[in-house]
């Protein structure tokens, strides 16, 4: 099969190869696929594209007329793509439905643990031989309230890690994950609820319609005061805006995200000898020292970038032997 790589980068590349071995034709590209790059897939049977590539209605239409029948994601979540315009116009789409829960939960914890234990700022002053320790006070994860928000696959892992760390666990989602309440002592509560008892507050749920902007104000205000933020799922379940506000008025005692609502076309890219970069709300967060912002790296394992690389190949040789794949989202 012909496959374009859209967004292809360098690190993941040997993966993807390796675990082809030259069975497919793929042409790897650095550009994002959107309406005005769709063009390129002509003559290409499938492509491959990751989160920041935008498959909307107009370039789901486009690359039906240049010929594309498959589209294989390389991650998690399906967010950017109209699977409706997809399955209307016959492109069968797969993702790589879980490629390593550990490495996204893992990064959550690592974010939530320099935050609290200011790891950014101590290695700062010690790389300037400044071994003064005031204003680096964290606090004991132990016997702290942890909200999980989405206890599907990642959610159940960062509750694994913070039970071993000996936090109280406060669940939320639209389904009880049993095996948490009765291996973890999760116990579900009203998202309400979790947020005004939660010390700590990690999001785990999917971006759709009814996700979007779940954190806002109403929310915010009835949080505990010093409450940290953790998000590594999708950058809009939070409303930036309202979450800069409580920072500001340092209601939220620290955020730290992995995913930011603007990231399309901010992330993955090098704007540090360019022009400024334009997006207001990434210059304020930076500007706040108790935020701390990885560039939606969470998923960059070796375990996690091998898995990826073999199910989207897995997915392509299901499609070649026209037999669907279990990873398929419009069957
Ligand atoms: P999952 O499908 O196993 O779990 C998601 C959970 O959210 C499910 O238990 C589901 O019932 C729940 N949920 C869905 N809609 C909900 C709603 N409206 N209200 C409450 N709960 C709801 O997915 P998984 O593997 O745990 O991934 C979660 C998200 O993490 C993905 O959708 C993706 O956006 C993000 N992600 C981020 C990565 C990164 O590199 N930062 C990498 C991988 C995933």
Redesign the pocket.
């Known amino acids: 099969m012909k496959v374009l790589v859209y967004s292809a980068r360098e690190f993941e590349i040997p993966y993807l190869e390796s675990a082809n071995s030259h069975k497919h034709k793929l042409t790897f590209l650095k550009e994002a696929l959107s309406s005005k790059t769709a063009i390129k897939a002509v003559g290409y049977d499938a492509i491959s594209i990751f989160s920041a590539d935008e498959a909307c209605f107009l370039t789901i239409e486009k690359l039906k007329d240049f010929g594309v029948k498959y589209i294989t994601l390389r ?3 399906y967010d950017n793509v109209n699977l409706r315009a997809a399955l209307r116009l016959g492109i069968k789409v797969a993702n790589v439905p ?1 490629y390593s ?1 550990f490495a ?1 939960a893992e990064h959550a914890v690592a974010l939530l643990l320099a935050l609290n234990r200011k790891l950014i700022e101590s290695n700062r002053r010690v790389s300037q031989f400044n071994f003064n320790l005031n204003q680096l006070v964290g606090f004991d994860l132990n016997e702290k309230t942890i909200g999980i928000i ?6 159940a892992v960062m509750s694994k890690i913070m039970h071993g760390f000996g936090c109280e666990l406060l669940g ?4 009880t994950n049993y095996e948490l309440v009765n291996k973890y002592n999760m116990t579900y509560n009203s998202l309400a609820n979790l947020c005004a008892e939660s010390d700590i507050i990690s999001i ?5 319609e ?2 979007h902007h779940l954190i806002n104000e109403d929310l915010i205000s009835e949080m505990k005061d010093g409450v940290v933020i953790i998000n ?3 950058g809009a379940v939070l409303n930036t805006n309202h979450i800069i506000d409580g920072l500001k008025s340092r209601k939220i005692g620290a955020l730290g995200i ?2 930011y609502e603007n990231e399309k076309g901010v992330f993955f890219k090098d704007y540090s000898l360019d022009v400024p970069i334009d997006d207001n709300m990434i210059i304020k967060l930076n500007a706040l020292p108790n935020v701390l912002i990885t560039g ?1 790296h ?2 960059l394992t070796e375990e996690a970038l091998t898995n990826i690389a073999e199910t989207t190949i897995y997915n392509l040789n299901c499609w070649e032997q026209r037999i669907n794949s279990e990873n398929e989202l419009t069957s």
């Open positions: 991650s998690v979540g879980a829960p996204i989405g206890t599907g696959r990642i959610g939320y989602d639209i389904e785990h749920v999917p971006l759709n009814d996700t590594t799922a999708r992995d995913v939606h969470a998923f």
